[in-house]
T-cell receptor, first 111, second 115 residues
Framework: GQQVMQIPQYQHVQEGEDFTTYCNSS?????IQWYKQRPGGHPVFLIQ?????EVKKQKRLTFQFGEAKKNSSLHITATQTTDVGTYFC???????????FGTGTSLTVIP | EAQVTQNPRYLITVTGKKLTVTCSQN?????MSWYRQDPGLGLRQIYY???????DKGDVPEGYKVSRKEKRNFPLILESPSPNQTSLYFC???FGAGGPPDTQYFGPGTRLTVL
């Protein structure tokens, strides 16, 4: 079946260091979305990318959608303690309305 | 305030005792969905609904039922809960507009324990 994997599962960084999480889907996605979930909270939408090869930036966050629309990445520059949480990629496969989430990357930022 | 509400937030029950988790949104969204979240597995879609009276299975529908009689409500029903349904459940909604969802808004979650 459809799988969306993320690596790493956990990441601990010193405040100020960069962080990257990678997302890989077994099938083509029609778009990729990224969500952030703070500890004890619910997922919150960050961004959506639709086009092959698309890159978007939100302040210190850079999102990329792969050329084949099967992978994506989120890069955070100079992490802050407010970046703590679990980051999920997600999206629908190319042919349907069912929605798939990645396995998530839990980020801990050490002050 | 635009929001998705779920009730109850916490529930402890016993095997076989039917339960319903309610979900309601006030944003006139067409697409609604239920997910369960388990450690290391991310969120997995249980059921989704494109509009009133239109529901479809997600990735893990076994043991669950849903209904969509009104646009704003999308209850999740466990007819005979089992311990493997112990999980954190999220309801979400999105504009959808006849296709897959764009921005999804999530409820606060329901922590279910089945003994």
């Amino acid at each position: 079946g459809q799988q969306v994997m993320q690596i790493p599962q956990y990441q601990h960084v010193q405040e100020g260091e960069d962080f990257t999480t990678y997302c890989n889907s077994s099938t083509t996605l029609s778009n990729i979305q990224w969500y952030k979930q703070r500890p004890g909270g619910h997922p919150v939408f960050l961004i959506q990318l639709v086009k092959s090869g698309e890159v978007k930036k939100q302040k210190r966050l850079t999102f990329q959608f792969g050329e084949a629309k099967k992978n994506s990445s989120l890069h955070i520059t100079a992490t802050q303690t407010t970046d703590v949480g679990t980051y999920f990629c997600a999206g629908p496969i190319n042919t349907g309305n069912q929605f798939y989430f990645g396995t998530g990357t839990s980020l801990t930022v050490i002050p | 305030e635009a929001q998705v509400t779920q009730n109850p937030r916490y529930l402890i029950t016993v095997t076989g005792k039917k339960l319903t988790v309610t979900c309601s949104q006030n944003m006139n969204h067409e697409y609604m969905s239920w997910y369960r979240q388990d450690p290391g597995l991310g969120l997995r879609q249980i059921y989704y609904s494109m509009n009133v009276e239109v529901t479809d299975k997600g990735d893990v529908p076994e043991g669950y039922k849903v209904s969509r009689k009104e646009k704003r409500n999308f209850p999740l029903i466990l007819e005979s809960p089992s311990p493997n349904q112990t999980s954190l459940y999220f309801c979400a909604s999105s504009f959808g507009a006849g296709g897959p969802p764009d921005t999804q808004y999530f409820g606060p979650g329901t922590r279910l324990t089945v003994l």
